[in-house]
C-alpha cells in the first residue's frame, strides 16, 4: 500500500525556515518523480515544487523560487522541501504528492508574527 | 507555463442527476509515448485529493463506474452518470507533462 506522511508542520514567524519531510513507503521510492503542493484555508490547489526521481532535476513555482529547495534521499525513502524567508503568504497545508496519483495527508504550515 | 482551464467553475446537481465538467489545456498533452496524462481527481472536504481517472479515461482502483472520462489532445470531459451524495467537492484536472499541473478546480454540491 502506497503511503505517503508529512512531517515537520509548525507555526513560525516571518523570516524564519523551516523543513518539511516526507516518509514514502510502499512503492520504489527512487522510481517517481514528487511533488509538493499547498493548500491556504479555504483555497484552491497550488503546485510548489517537483524533483525527478534520482533529484537531478528540479522545478519550482516562481513564488518559492529562491527560498524553497527541495530534495529527496532516496536511501531513506524520504522527500524533503527546506522554506527560508517564510512569509505569511506561505501559510497552507503542504502536500507531498507522487506525481500523478497518490497524496499524502498533508502537514500544517503557520506564518504568523 | 499551461494553462489549465475547467468549466464550470461551481456546480450544484439534484441527487441522482447527471453532472459534466470540462477541461482545456493551452496545450497539446499527448506524449511522444503515444498517451495522454490527463487525470482527474476529487477533494472531498476535510481530505487530500483523490485519484479518479488516469489517463484521460481509466478509472483509479475503487471508483465507481458512474465516472466517466473523455477526451483528447487539449480538450477532456469528466462526466458522473447520476450524483451522489458522497461525490461532493472540488474536482480538478491534472496533467503530469508540463508545468503547473492543474487549474483552479470544479466545485461540486448537492442541489
Known amino acids: 500500500e502506497v503511503q505517503l506522511v508529512e512531517s515537520g508542520g509548525a507555526l513560525v514567524q516571518p523570516g524564519e525556515s523551516l523543513r518539511l519531510s516526507c516518509a514514502a513507503s510502499g512503492f520504489t521510492f527512487s522510481r517517481y518523480w514528487m511533488d509538493w503542493v499547498r493548500q491556504a484555508p479555504g483555497k484552491g490547489l497550488v503546485w510548489v515544487s517537483r524533483?525527478?526521481?534520482?533529484?537531478?532535476?528540479?522545478s519550482y513555482a516562481d513564488s518559492v523560487k529562491g527560498r524553497f529547495t527541495i530534495s529527496r534521499d532516496n536511501s531513506k525513502n524520504t522527500l524533503y522541501l527546506q522554506m527560508n524567508s517564510l512569509r505569511a503568504e506561505d501559510t497552507a497545508m503542504y502536500y507531498c504528492?507522487?506525481?500523478?496519483?497518490?497524496w499524502g495527508q498533508g502537514t500544517l504550515v503557520t506564518v504568523s508574527s | 507555463d499551461i494553462v489549465m482551464t475547467q468549466t464550470p467553475l461551481s456546480l450544484s446537481v439534484t441527487l441522482g442527476q447527471p453532472a459534466s465538467i470540462s477541461c482545456k489545456s493551452s496545450r497539446s498533452l499527448l506524449r511522444s509515448d503515444g498517451k495522454t496524462y490527463l487525470h482527474w481527481s476529487l477533494q472531498k472536504p476535510g481530505q487530500p485529493p483523490q485519484l479518479l481517472i488516469y489517463e484521460v479515461s481509466n478509472r483509479f482502483s475503487g471508483v465507481p463506474d458512474r465516472f466517466t472520462g473523455s477526451g483528447s489532445g487539449t480538450d477532456f470531459t469528466l462526466k458522473i452518470s447520476r450524483v451522489e451524495a458522497e461525490d461532493v467537492g472540488v474536482y480538478y484536472c491534472?496533467?503530469?507533462?508540463?508545468?503547473?499541473?492543474f487549474g483552479q478546480g470544479t466545485r461540486l454540491e448537492i442541489k
Open positions: 491534472m496533467q503530469s507533462t508540463h508545468l503547473p499541473p
Open positions: 524533483i525527478s526521481g534520482d533529484g537531478s532535476a528540479t
Open positions: 504528492v507522487r506525481v500523478e496519483d497518490y
